[in-house]
C-alpha cells in the first residue's frame, strides 16, 4: 500500500511546481495523469475496497444497508472446512503445475539455446499454448481426455493397456489429470524467459569451462546455472501466484468436480460471490489467499537468496 | 560448442517429445473438428478424419449465436488495445525518462498488480461499475480490460522506450526543437514497431479473457466469444464434441495469426523491460 501514499503525496507537490525545471515535470503529470486516473479508480481503489468488504455482511441483491461486521467474516472462514479442502487442493495444484512447468520449460529452454535444426518448430509450437484462449486450452483437452472420442483412452487401448477411463470424472484423476493441462499451458511463457536469461550466460566461460574439461552437468551448475538463477527465481514465483489464482482452464476441465476434487480456490470464492451473492465473504477468502501467497512465496525467495550465498 | 553423436541423438529424440507434447492437443482438436457425427460416435476414433466435413462448422453458427459474440470479442478486443496504449504510452516514458517518485509507484503497481487474485478485484469492481449503470455493457468490459492490459502493457513500453537513446532527444533539443516536437517527430517514429506491438498484444489477451467477461456480462447478446463457447458444454457436462471442436478451432485463430505476427517482438519486449538502466 506504500504505492498508494506514495501517489498522493506527489499529487500535492506537482501543481504547484512553475518555471524552468519545474515546468518539464508538469509535462510529466500531463503525461501520467491519462492512465493514472483508470489505474486509481478501476484497480488500486477496487483493491481496497475489496479489503474493506471482506470486514462487512455486504450481499448482492439486499435492500438493507451494508453492516460492519469486524473479523466476523474471518472467523467463520477460519472454521469452514470446505474453504480450506479447496485451499488445500489450491496449494497441491499451484506447486504441481509450477514445479513440473518449470522443469520442462528449463530442459526445453536448454534445447531451443543448441544448434539443432527442427529448432523453429520446436519455436513456432512452443507459442501456441501462449496464444490460445484458456477456454479454448480447456476444450480441447476435454476432447482429448474424453473417455470415448479423446486420443487419450484410444493410445492407452491401442498400446493394450486397458481400457482407459473417464479422467475428469474420477475421483482419483481428476486433479492430475487437470494439473497437466496447467502444465501444458504455461509452458511457453517459462522457455521464453528461461531462454532469454540463457541467452545472457556468458558464452566464453561456458567454452573455458569446456577446455578444462568438465562434464555438461558441471558446465551447467558452475556456469549456465548462477547465471540463469535470477531470471529463474522470478519466473517461478510468478508462475506460482498466477497458478494459485488461475480460474477459466478449471472452469472449463470440471468446473470444479468432480465431488469438489478440482474446486480451486479461485472457484470456490467466484461461487461464493456470485452464485450466492455473499460478497463480503467472498471478499475475506479473497485476502487470505494473498495473505498466505504473500508469506509463502516470501519464505521461499528468502530461502533461495540465502541459498545463493552459500555455493 | 562440440557434443558426442549420442548426446545428439538423444537432444533430437528429447526435442521430438516436447514437439508431440505441444502440438498433439491442437492436432487433435482440428480432427475432431472436420469428424463427422457418426465417426464421432464410432469406437476406435482416428487422427485422420475418414470422410472430412464441414457440417461442424455449419452446426457450430447455428447453435449459437458466434459471429454475435465473435463481433462482441472483437470490439471489446479493439477498444481496449487501443485505449490501453493510447495512455500508457506516456506514462511508460515518464517511467523509462525520469525517477520521480511517481513513476516509482507506478513501477510498484506494476508488480503488485501481478499477485492479487481476481476474486479480490471482481466484487468491487462488479459494485462499482453496477453504480456506473456499466454492467452487462461492452464500454465496461473495455474499461475493465484497459486497467487489466496496462501492467503487462507498461512493463514492453518502457523497455522500448528505453531502448530509444536519449541522447536522440537531447540532440534534438540542442538543435532547437521544442518538447513535444521532439516526442513527436524524434522519439515516436522510434517507438512506433514497440506500440503496435503492444498494441496487439494487448489486443490477444482481450480476446483471449474470459472471466471478467463471464462476471460483467448477463444476456447472450453481449457476450463475448470465450464464454459463449462454454455454452457448447451443456449442465452436466455433456458437450456435442463435433461443433465445439470447430468452434474452438476458429475461436482460436484470429489469436494465432496476430501472435505469429508480433512473437519475436514480444520475446524481446519481456526481456527490454527486464533489463535495468
Known sequence: MTSLTATKRSTRGAPRAEGGRRAVDRGAWFLVLP?????????????????????????????RSTQWIGGLNFQDLLHDTLFWESFRIGLVW???????????ALGLALLLNQDLRLRWLAR????????????????????????????????????????????????STALPAVIVVGVWAGMPQTTVALLAGLQNTPRELHEAAAMDGAGAWRRFRTVTWPALRPVALAITALNFIWNFNSFALVYVLTSGGPGGRTRLPMLFAYE????????????????????????????FLVGRLKGGDET | MRTSTTGRVGQYAALLAYLVFLAFPFLWLISIAFKSPRELGSLHPTWIPRDPTLDNFRQAFDEQ??????????????GAA???????????????????????????WVVVSQAFPLVL??????LVLKNLRLINSLSGLVLVYVVWALPFALW?????????????????????????????????????????????????????????????????????????????IGAEGVADLGPLAAAAFLATLPSLVVFALIQRRITSGMLAGAVKS
Not at chain 1, 450466492?276 to 477468502?285: S, V
Not at chain 2, 504510452?89 to 520521480?100: D, E, H, S
Open chain 1, 35 to 63: 492512465a493514472l486516473i483508470p489505474i486509481l479508480v478501476l484497480s488500486v481503489g477496487p483493491l481496497l475496497y475489496g479489503i474493506l468488504l471482506a470486514f462487512t455482511d455486504a450481499q448482492s441483491g439486499r435492500t
Open chain 1, 94 to 104: 499451484a506447486v504441481g503445475v509450477t514445479v513440473p512447468q518449470f522443469l520442462l
Open chain 1, 124 to 171: 513456432a509450437l512452443a507459442i501456441i499454448p501462449w496464444a490460445m484462449p484458456e477456454v479454448v486450452v480447456g476444450v480441447m483437452w476435454r476432447l482429448v481426455y474424453n473417455p470415448d472420442a479423446g486420443v487419450l483412452n484410444e493410445t492407452l487401448r491401442d498400446l493394450g493397456l486397458g481400457d482407459g477411463r473417464d479422467w475428469l470424472a474420477g475421483l
Open chain 1, 272 to 299: 461464493e460471490a456470485f452464485r450466492y451473492g455473499q460478497f463480503g465473504y467472498a471478499a475475506a477468502m479473497g485476502c487470505v489467499m494473498v495473505a498466505v501467497i504473500s508469506v509463502l512465496l516470501a519464505v
Open chain 2, 65 to 78: 449465436p458466434l459471429l454475435r459474440a465473435a463481433g462482441n470479442s472483437l470490439l471489446a478486443a479493439l
Open chain 2, 82 to 108: 487501443l485505449i490501453a496504449v493510447l495512455i500508457a504510452t506516456p506514462l511508460a516514458y515518464v517511467m523509462a525518462r525520469r525517477r520521480t517518485l511517481l513513476a516509482r509507484a507506478a513501477t510498484g
Open chain 2, 121 to 126: 478485484v471482481i466484487i468491487p469492481l462488479f
Open chain 2, 156 to 232: 514492453m513500453l518502457v523497455g522500448y522506450v528505453r531502448a530509444v537513446p536519449e541522447e536522440l532527444e537531447e540532440a534534438a533539443a540542442v538543435d532547437g526543437a521544442g518538447r513535444l516536437r521532439t516526442l513527436v517527430s524524434v522519439t515516436a517514429p522510434l517507438l512506433a514497431p514497440g506500440i503496435v506491438a503492444t498494441a496487439l498484444f494487448a489486443f490477444i489477451t482481450a480476446w483471449n479473457e474470459f472471466f471478467f467477461a463471464l462476471v460483467l456480462l448477463k444476456t447472450p447478446e453481449k457476450q463475448t466469444l470465450p464464454v459463449v463457447l462454454t455454452h457448447f
